[in-house]
């Protein structure tokens, strides 16, 4: 016998933990969590670590350029930017072609944080209780769900 309700609004699909949504929300509260004793050393949080990550790949990048591969409103990026500034961590100059455009250049500090992050990665994989390929295979199968909704938009 069945302890669900025999009610014509019962509804599975919207029972919580049925949700892709709540999967993923949970997962990243979770995730950024393992992460923040680890970025904790480096004195960044886990937003901070991202756009580090992303100046890491590609130095001399605009606010423009960094907001969108973070898929970030670039004014909620600026604050973010200005505290890594502070830290020495990159700096941000205006450019000489069009004013409203700002570069960011990561300084020799920023560039020597990255030899101190390399172990973040498989610190990550540990936690994650995952082999490397079952990992990655999660990491495409969430490119490609992002993918669709972003067309969905």
Known sequence: ?????????????????????????????LMTKVYKPLLQALGLTYPQYLAMMVLWERDGLTVGEISTRLLTDP??????????????????????EDERVVIVELTDQGRALKDQARDIPQCILGASGQTLEQLQKLQADLQALRRHLQDSL
């Open 1 to 29: 016998m069945s302890n669900k309700p025999e009610t014509p609004d019962h509804c599975d699909h919207l029972l919580l933990d049925n949700q892709v949504c709540f999967a993923l929300h949970s997962t990243s509260l």
């Open 75 to 96: 004014g909620s990026l600026t604050p973010l930017l200005k505290r890594l500034e502070a830290e020495g961590l990159l700096s941000r100059t205006r450019s000489r």
